[in-house]
């Protein structure tokens, strides 16, 4: 599975973005999808993750701002960014987990960086 995020950039706090990923490969075999973020000098974490039937949890730094969908028919995910901060700042990196058979995989995107200016 590969996977290429865009959209990101920059923008002043209580602005908007939205963020893509596309996959490609064995997108047959895709399960969950997500976003996660990795601040500088901070551990990656999740911003928000959505089951193949559409159940999306969020995390509580983004529930209410953040809205993530999914479109099946084209491999797409997305994440619309609202009300930004400044501790939203982050390198944001699309997700994808493979099943296969009794095994997982994980799959990351190459990252897309959004910096919120205050």
């Known amino acids: 599975v590969h996977l290429v995020e865009s959209g990101g950039g920059l923008v002043q706090a209580g602005g908007s973005l939205r963020l893509s990923c596309v996959a490609s490969g064995s997108v047959g075999s895709i399960y969950d999808m997500g976003w996660y973020r990795q601040a500088p000098g901070k551990q990656r974490e999740l911003v928000a993750r959505t089951t193949r039937g559409g159940s999306t949890n969020y995390a509580d730094s983004v529930r209410g701002r953040f809205t993530m969908s999914r479109d099946n028919a084209n491999n797409r995910v997305y994440l619309q960014m609202n009300s930004l901060k400044p501790e939203d700042t982050a390198v944001y990196y699309c997700?994808?987990?493979?099943?296969?058979?009794?095994?997982?995989?994980?799959?990351w995107g190459q990252g897309t960086q959004v910096t919120v200016s205050s």
């Open positions: 997700y994808a987990e493979m099943r296969e058979r009794l095994s997982r995989y994980d799959f």
